[in-house]
Structure formats: structure tokens, C-alpha cells
């Protein structure tokens, strides 16, 4: 969420719109691939010594996502 939100100092998620900029999405795109991998196969687990992450840790993260896009938005509201 928050490369998203950082894209413009005081105009809207929203406005700006999310899929203007390919090569931010590819990125998010890639990045999200490769969490994947290191989290959930076999080689990413040895290589890096992680597990896999339980549905619940996903579950908890998305709140606070929302909450720092509505904390931005009333920022970047304020300062128009």
C-alpha cells in the first residue's frame, strides 16, 4: 500500500489512479512472486529460514493497510 500512497505528496490514491505506471505494478507484481517463493517452497525456506506464513498473518496485515491509506488520504485532504 504504501508505494502507492507515496506516489504523489498531496493528490489522491484515488485520483492519481493504481495502474498509471506499469512498471510500479510489475514491481509489486514481482515482489509479491518472490515473497511467494521464499516463503512457501521448499528452497526458500532452506535458503533463507523462513516458513510458511499462516493465512491469519495475512488476515491481521490488511487492517492496518487500510487504516494507513485512510490516515493518508485525510493527510493529503487536509493539505489541498
Do not use: Q
Request: net charge neutral; proline share 5%.
Amino acid at each position: 500500500m504504501n508505494v502507492f500512497i507515496c506516489r504523489h505528496p498531496s493528490e489522491s490514491v484515488f485520483h492519481s489512479g493504481w495502474f498509471g505506471n506499469r512498471l510500479l505494478l510489475l514491481d509489486v507484481v514481482l515482489e509479491i512472486i518472490l515473497i511467494l517463493l521464499i516463503a512457501y517452497t521448499p528452497l526458500g525456506n532452506s535458503m533463507f529460514g523462513t516458513a510458511p506464513i499462516e493465512i491469519n498473518v495475512w488476515l491481521y496485515a490488511i487492517p492496518f493497510c487500510l487504516v494507513m491509506l485512510a490516515l493518508d488520504e485525510l493527510r493529503k485532504a487536509r493539505l489541498r
